[in-house]
């Protein structure tokens, strides 16, 4: 499969060098290993999307690319430095959203930004800016319990490109969400990407969302979590409806197929736990 | 007396809005048509009289059963006599000075109460060691009532004002404190992960994420707070004083002038309320941030 040309030569932006993550589990004798060894560059200015059967650690491995936690063993480096916490490079955007209930759409955009040091005249304008690229121009001064699953996610998003991260990390953004807003979200980031040319890491648990967003989709393991594989998805254009594209099948097929017997696994496993 | 050491979880905030409204037509009939204006009145009017319906047949019966002799009037007098009792404690005088001796000595507690019991709540919140210390003291005397520890007070600091504001202080902390304590706890961890990815400290952490998710609980406890400075302070006034609404009540009673005792008890009660309600308003305010 190949690549589309301009983003060979473009360097690896986040390496994650034989990570593995452990917890100790009360009661249990033996540590619990969410990750195991895991090897994966991404490149600079890459839309990745990571897919894995529920419970593989896809959210801890989000988690230790944010700096949140650090890795039991291995490393993670971002333009070759190693990761030593949470900083500005690295903006997150939640599932359920995680806007701050008392703060307006713009004060949430502005929270990054007072973090940041930007002068106060300029946060608004670009609280503004990146309000109205999301598509909320209007609703700037909704507060979040005002704003639809949709709108409150849009401000998220705004809120993570404001304070002008390299790395945008997603941990199933979009889950939450009916399937129509879903779909025009999706096609608003796959603009917001191209745009802005940030590097995305985007979890998630549909293939469908993955092929359709990924220009990369690393399956995982069943716990404990490795990466099983890396799937190039290269189509010639995203315009138009990709999903009726003849190879958009097969992708989804393919990723299908790889995630099948790690469902299996994870099923036997939580099974076998309640049992 | 209520249990006023154990007041942990907040009162529900709505319901002051949550009366009683008869509706006329239930869900299984249809509703009939009628002009939209026309259905909005009659459902405000019908909200407005079920809401004061229980009170104007409470005063009405207040006013009638002595009348009729079904009470003895010498020990309930008829509302129109114990206002009128009222009204002439208001001439004279009497009634602003014993009010004022009470306010002072409430909202006196009362605020050092909140000056006092939401920094003490904050740091135990947020620092597990001051949690640790403090928590088998705490636990202790939130279970003593407030009321056994009278005497005491009084045996240490006399029976003057310091008693009384320190007896008030000490009963409106408790629903400070804890409400405190609760809100800094129970701060949604996303929020705090969230903040903590765009790189923020515990300091700044605590001053833009904990504390103002922790303000309507807190509120929540202020506003018991301020119900508990009447009630308390009621208490301390009738056991000990030479002024205020407690005072009156109890030396009205012991003199026999129960028209008076009356008009003391409707004074704290029109209080009460008025004092309830500034609070719940002030509270509203603080957090319209709050989903309905």
Request: net charge neutral.
């Amino acid at each position: 499969m190949t690549v589309a040309p301009e983003r060979i030569l473009t360097q690896t932006k986040i390496g994650i060098r034989g990570v593995s993550k452990t917890f100790q589990v009360r009661g249990a004798d033996r540590p619990f290993t969410a990750l195991d060894e895991i090897d994966l560059d991404i490149r600079g200015g890459e839309f990745l999307t990571l897919v894995g059967p529920s419970g593989c650690g896809k959210s801890t491995l989000l988690d230790l690319i944010a700096g949140l936690t650090a890795p039991s063993s291995g490393e993670i480096v971002i333009d070759g430095t190693p990761i030593t916490g949470p900083g500005l490079d690295r903006g997150i955007v939640f599932q359920q959203y995680a806007l701050f209930p008392w703060r307006t759409a713009t004060g949430n955009v502005e929270f990054g930004l007072e973090a940041k040091g930007v002068a106060r005249r300029e946060r608004a304008e670009r609280a503004r800016h990146y309000l109205d690229l999301v598509g909320l121009a209007g609703f700037e001064e909704r507060y979040p319990h005002e704003l639809s699953g949709g709108m409150r996610q849009r401000v998220a998003i705004a809120r993570s490109l404001a304070f002008d991260p390299d790395v945008l990390l997603m941990d199933e953004p979009f889950a939450a969400l009916d399937a129509q807003t879903r779909e025009s979200l999706q096609e608003e980031l796959l603009g917001i990407w191209e745009k802005t040319g940030k590097t995305i890491v985007f979890i998630t648990h549909g293939i469908d969302e993955a092929v359709y967003l990924g220009q990369r989709v690393a399956v995982m393991t069943s716990r404990p979590g490795r990466i099983k594989d890396i799937v190039e998805i290269a189509f010639d254009s995203r315009e138009g409806d990709l999903r009726a594209d003849g190879r958009f099948g097969e992708y989804r097929h393919h990723i299908w197929t790889l995630l099948r017997d790690e469902v299996a696994a994870a099923q036997r496993e939580e099974a076998s736990s309640v049992a | 007396m209520p249990d006023l050491g154990t007041a942990t979880a907040p009162a529900p905030a709505v319901a002051t809005r949550a009366a009683p409204t008869p509706t006329p037509a239930t869900p299984a009939t249809p509703v009939p048509i009628v002009p939209a204006s026309r259905g909005r009145l009659w459902r405000a009017a019908s909200t407005l009289a079920g809401k004061w319906a229980a009170i104007i047949l409470l005063l009405a019966l207040w006013e009638a059963l002595p009348r009729l002799g079904v009470v003895d009037p010498v020990f309930v007098p008829p509302l129109s006599e114990d206002l009128l009792a009222w009204y002439d404690l208001l001439v004279s005088g009497q009634l602003g000075e014993h009010l004022g001796a009470s306010l002072l000595r409430s909202l006196a507690g009362f605020v050092l109460a909140i000056a006092l019991a939401i920094p003490l709540g904050l740091a135990i919140g947020w620092y597990k060691p001051v949690a640790d210390f403090l928590s088998p003291v705490l636990e202790l005397f939130r279970n003593t009532s407030a009321v056994a520890l009278l005497p005491v007070f009084t045996l240490i600091l006399g029976i003057g004002e310091t008693t009384k504001v320190t007896f008030v202080l000490y009963a409106c902390s408790w629903p400070i404190l804890l409400n405190t304590i609760s809100g800094v706890k129970t701060v949604e961890p996303l929020l705090i992960k969230s903040a903590r990815s765009m790189g923020l400290g515990p300091a700044r952490l605590f001053q833009k994420v904990i504390l103002p998710a922790a303000v309507p609980t807190i509120f929540t406890g202020v506003r018991l707070a301020g119900a508990y400075s009447i009630l308390v302070l009621l208490f301390a006034e009738m056991v000990g004083a030479k002024a205020g609404l407690g005072y009156l009540i109890q030396a009205s009673q012991s003199s026999f002038r129960i028209q008076d005792m009356y008009a003391g008890i409707i004074t704290i009660s029109a209080i009460g309320l008025l004092f309830n309600q500034l609070l719940v308003t002030v509270e509203r305010r603080f957090s319209t941030w709050r989903t309905p």
